[in-house]
């Protein structure tokens, strides 16, 4: 920064090593020096390998002052400046949209009601810019490349891209029966809709411009054969084109730190190399295809005002958008062979066409990686199914007094997804803990989820009763304990998934159910006001605590947010008015 002299990790690698950045004649500054310019060598092959110790560039190392974070001694501006410098993001999107549509009966139909007809154009034009650390916030100043990269991690580099949007539509509903003996209500519903994506890369891309058209369409139908049955059913193809950022997005990690090393498979902390995580244009829109059968019974006569319905769901997805995989690249190039990876990787050795086989530098040959690039891809595939439950029931009682009971269910039957693709699919279901929530594009739910309603109603008053149920589940779908006979196999490659299998003494999460209770007395015609409502409100009323439901890459979070609550016993009170 023009303040001052800049802070960098150098200085403090230096100073751990034991050596005084401050004296030229230092012999660990000077490898530190020569280190960043043109990387330390390998003891084993006499290869240089590129900032396998230092992650800087040479003019960052220059003139640098030490960061000291003990003691009591001020932080000087150039120090602050440097160390907490531009991790800025500032997105900006604009959509512009023409449509057009127009609905209406086309023909009286067969005697069970018009058929009736929907149809438009859409036209959109959708712009976004992803403007990354450019000005550094403290200085005002551009940040040089050098010292941008400089730092561990980053929210990526600026990219911007157009998708220029156009899509038609038409919808037909078609009554066919009504009111006859074994068919009270036959009716049909069918769409289609024809889709076209032009996605036009803009600044910090190279520009390229990818052209994908798809097709989505949806049938349903429903029947009543009797007066208190619905029978009803429904198929759908459905599409998302990717976004900007899977198109676009690049973020940069130098060698060494957290990330940034390419060793081998079955290995972390090996081989340091520089990232380069990129959006793809060549990315297709993901594909689903969605079922659903269902069953709606509403009684009469002494179970008037009962209505309940069962569904089933099944969701198959397939070419879902991953984001960008270093491991993937690495073990398509140097298990598999595949030039698509391999010319993705760039070895410590560019002279050497077999280097990038050879990670471990054996037979004298490969010193490593010096970069990767990783593309965003179409890969995983996720199949879902299960049944929903919902039910409603109103009882009226003397003296205004009603009651209303409602439940929501869903059991989940299946929830399988490939944790890498091509590799076999895993059932998640019943993972109620934290595990496998890093940067996951999926999230795996109880056998059983469950949410029950009481209300009482006698004029303007009205109390509710809720409690929300969530079944037993594990911690970790791929955890293992000590009576599971891939316990020993868990991290090893001795099976196709015993890599991704983790130890656990424990891994049971048990059910939990939490309780709300609410209140309203509601005014009617208080002076100016139409309607007032005081309402009171108590969550968690037995102050229930979560479980522990810890592991994986979540072992700070002691339990799992998504389905136990972290508050505890919490109050509520407030004033609604109508004028």
Known sequence: PATGAPVCRVTQQILAMGGNPNDPNDPVLAAAVAAAATGPVNPTTGQPRRRAYFDADPRIAVGCVPLNPFGTQALTDSAHNYSFGALNEALDYKQQVAAWDTSGDIWKGMGAGPFQLAAGLELRRETGHNIDSENDPNTGQPVPLYTHADYLINYGETFAGKVDVSEAFVELNTPLLEGKPAA??????????????????????????????????????LWDPLDWLRVRASRSRDMRAANFRELYYQQLLRAGGIFGYCGPAGTTQVDPCDWSLEGNVDLKPEKADTTTYGLVFTPQKKANGLQVAVDY???????????????RVLDGCQISHLQE?????VPDNPSDPFATFDPTGEGGRGTGVQSIRALAFNGSAYSYNGIDFSGNYTLDLANENSLNFRLLA???????????????????????????SFLADNQPTADWIANFTTSWNHGPINVTGQVRYVSDGT?????????????????TTQCPTCALLVKQSDNRVPSYAVTTLSGSYTFQNVGPTMSMQVFATINNVFDRDPPFAAGGTTPTNPTNPVFFDTLGRAYRVGLRVNF
């Open 475 to 491: 911690i970790n779908y791929f955890g293992v304990t000590p009576d599971d006979p891939l316990f020993d196999l868990a991290g």
């Open 341 to 345: 990876f391999c010319s993705l990787i």
């Open 313 to 327: 769901f099944n969701i198959e997805i397939n070419d879902a958008i991953q984001q960008a995989n270093i491991r």
């Open 410 to 436: 869903t059991h989940m039957l299946e929830q399988k997804f490939q944790p890498v693709p091509g590799q076999p699919f895993r059932d998640i279901v019943g993972q109620t803990g934290t595990a496998n």
């Open 184 to 221: 009270k209500r036959l009716e049909f519903n069918s769409a289609v809709r024809e889709s076209r994506y032009e996605n036009t890369g803009l600044e910090g891309t190279t520009g390229e411009k990818r052209t994908h058209d798809f097709t989505t369409w949806k049938i349903s139908g």
